[in-house]
């Protein structure tokens, strides 16, 4: 009987955070604008966690999520705590589904990006990696003229 190659099996977590996954990001030049990326991140959302720190609201997702780190390690949880752009996104395409239980897929590549500004010295930028569909923005993009540049 031939051996079955073992697939990986996700470290199973309480939650998904980028400190819980990738920590604190490495930055590797003396770039300004220097980016990293610290995680990937897909799944299905399904609800809102709402919690109060010391430093205010958070808010985090409910449903299945998976992340992997640089290394290709495989992490699941049922919260996922991301920066407020994934979670604004997120959560707005849940209310725009009109259902009583929405479900919502995504993913997203998430980095940090340096920023002097920043008290921590970088942001988190992400960009969507799953195709979500038809975008309403798109369909209202087609309908209006062109800009008029002077």
């Known amino acids: 009987m031939a ?12 939650k998904i955070s980028i400190k819980g996954v990738a920590g604190k990001p490495e930055f590797t030049g003396e770039d300004d604008k220097e ?8 799944g299905i959302a399904t609800g809102v966690k709402t919690v109060v ?14 992340a992997y780190d640089n290394s290709g390690k495989e992490y699941q949880a049922p919260i996922a705590w991301l920066p407020d752009v994934v979670i604004d996104t997120v959560t707005a395409a849940m209310s725009m589904t009109g259902n ?9 590549d998430i980095y940090a ?11 988190y930028n992400c960009v969507p990696i ?6 309403q923005l798109d369909e209202i993009a087609q ?6 540049t002077v």
């Open 100 to 108: 009583e239980l929405p479900a919502v897929q995504f993913g997203f």
């Open 130 to 135: 799953v195709d979500s569909g038809p975008d």
């Open 35 to 42: 980016s990293v990326l610290v995680m990937r991140i897909i």
């Open 143 to 148: 309908t209006i003229p062109a800009m008029i």
């Open 113 to 123: 990006v340096k920023d002097d500004k920043s008290n921590i010295g970088y942001v």
């Open 53 to 66: 720190t010391t430093f205010g609201e958070s808010t985090g997702l409910r449903g299945s999520f998976r």
């Open 3 to 14: 051996k079955e190659k073992k697939k990986n099996r996700p470290f199973l977590l309480k």
